[in-house]
């Protein structure tokens, strides 16, 4: 059957095409200049840029490469006289480090440790150049092109922030990706904190009774079928199940990590073969780094595995902490302030009350990245209780009383387990689950405990927190679309081009047909 999709002819549609997701996303862009739009493109990591500058598919209005400012920080800003000062004019941001910690490259340095070193890799002088320079070229290449829309992926460093703020000024709709934490279902969101979004509106007015979602009784079945087999759920269910089992328990020398290195190193040797080849990593990496990675691998796999873990069952009364993933969004654009988790663990657990303790346990996607010397430290600190990484979620969400969570898929679990949880962080997905908290000041974790204390059990039994509950997931249901196909090589599979394309159209056609509605 045919596309409509005649309504975005002359539309100027921005796309943020960025690592390997600009492959996986090119196919939609393609369809739309097909259908009349006109395209412009701000182009991140050398592979995705010469992809884009190579192809001829697509005649882009518009091409920003970000390895331009990358490479001429500081003549853009001396050239143009770009000051701070112009800077907090054009982007209402009063302080270029408050979010600098965002910019993985500058402030951690990979080249010195592996995974990163808490150590810049940049000078204060260098950040400073290249925010600036950012922000003179994003202004000029946003103003030049003048969008009616805005498409990037994630919401994942200051330039994201800084793109969102020139779209909100000139009220232009500027859309990402995020996971609603429901199965195998995302949603486009719009803004850095992820609170603008269908998927919000359509809660509010399941919450308000102003509809009736067509998947409540699907929504009511999940609930059902979720704690009765935890271990059966798919994709986005209990978070250890978020990597394949062999991943939890990896082996020194194992088949996967080889693999890994093998490919790192093929596509090391290879990468001025670009066009549509979905490579993975950095555009500096070397055979160096392929192979030191891999080395430090190993001796992490083997120093973790000896580790005496605290046990689970010899532990009563305590709050769950799961560590993030670092360095990711959560840790980073949407939590400047307690990004670093280990000093946040020792704080939460000075303050914690009625003899509570602070059960942590390892991201299951660290395994093999974080090294004993930093899970001992967690250990060995007062009042913290360090649990092995393979322990299953069903296990410590039963026995927990707390969960409190870096806005973690962990929140919405706990929800289902009627626990409650307490985020910190500005992440807005999941602010109207009936269990949410949000924590803005670990030392007053003491508040937000008695106010738990004060009303949670009895609210839990009710059906009010039900209803919310059956309406969150109605509403991911309703509005949301398949992570696995979006997280997929799109590029390859027709069929999956067809269903992404589909999904974009379609929230196109709804930005403006609310767009007088928007908020921003």
């Known amino acids: 059957m045919m596309v409509d999709d005649s309504f975005v002819k002359d539309k100027k549609i921005l796309f943020i095409l960025q690592r390997n997701h600009a492959f996986k996303e090119f196919p939609t862009v393609e369809r739309l200049y097909k259908a009349g739009a006109k395209l412009a493109t701000f182009a991140f990591k050398e592979t995705c840029e010469k992809m884009v500058s190579t192809q001829d598919e697509v005649k882009f209005e518009s091409i920003l490469k970000h390895s331009y400012i990358e490479e001429n920080a500081k003549k853009i800003v001396n050239n143009n006289k770009y000051t701070f000062e112009n800077f907090r004019e054009d982007y209402d941001i009063s302080s270029i480090y408050k979010h600098a910690s965002s910019l993985r490259r500058k402030v951690t340095s990979y080249e010195k440790k592996y995974p990163f070193a808490f150590e810049q890799s940049a000078t204060d002088q260098e950040i400073e150049d290249y925010i600036l320079a950012f922000g003179f070229e994003l202004k000029k290449f946003f103003y030049n092109f003048k969008p009616d829309i805005c498409i990037g992926y994630i919401w994942g460093s200051i330039g994201y922030l800084m793109l969102e703020k020139l779209c909100n000024k000139e009220k232009v709709p500027y859309y990402n990706h995020s996971d609603t934490k429901i199965d195998d279902i995302s949603a486009f969101f719009y803004n850095t904190a992820h609170s603008k979004s269908f998927f919000h509106q359509k809660i509010k007015d399941l919450n308000d009774k102003k509809i009736i979602s067509k998947n409540r009784l699907k929504a009511k079945n999940y609930i059902q079928n979720y704690l009765s087999s935890p271990t059966k759920q798919g994709f986005n269910s209990l978070t250890n199940l978020l990597v394949e089992p062999e991943v939890l328990d990896k082996k020194i020398f194992n088949f996967t990590d080889i693999k890994i290195l093998l490919r790192n190193l093929y596509y090391t040797s290879k990468k001025t073969n670009i066009k549509y080849k979905p ?30 873990f605290d046990k689970l069952e010899d532990i009563d009364n305590f709050v769950y902490m799961p560590l993030g993933l670092y360095p990711e969004t959560q840790l980073g654009m949407l939590n400047n302030v307690y990004d670093n988790q280990l000093n946040t663990a020792r704080i939460l657990a000075r303050f914690l009350p009625n003899n509570l303790k602070l059960v942590v346990k390892d991201h299951p996607r660290a395994f093999s990245k974080n090294s004993k010397s930093f899970l001992l430290k967690l250990q060995n600190s007062p009042n913290v209780k360090l649990i092995d990484h393979k322990t299953t979620n069903d296990e410590i969400y039963k026995k927990m009383k707390y969960l409190i969570s870096f806005c973690g898929t962990s929140i919405f679990e706990a929800c289902m387990y009627k626990k409650p949880a307490l985020q910190i962080g ?6 109207d689950l009936p269990n949410f908290y949000l924590l803005n000041d670990i030392t007053k974790v003491e508040d937000v405990i008695s106010e738990i204390d004060h009303n949670f059990i009895e609210y839990s039994k009710s059906q009010n927190y039900e209803d919310k509950l059956i309406n969150y997931i109605s509403a991911a249901y309703d509005i949301g679309f398949s992570t696995s196909i979006y997280e997929s090589k799109v590029q390859e599979n027709k069929e999956y081009q067809e269903y992404m394309y589909k999904v974009h159209l379609s929230e196109i056609k709804k930005i403006f047909k609310y767009k007088d509605k928007f908020k921003f």
Do not use: A, H
Not at 426 to 431: A, D, E, R, S
């Open 426 to 431: 500005t992440l807005g997905v999941m602010n």
């Open 279 to 308: 490579n993975d990593g950095s555009d500096q990496t070397t055979f160096f780094y392929d192979i030191r990675d891999y080395i430090f691998k190993q001796k992490n796999i083997f120093q973790v595995s000896k580790i005496k």
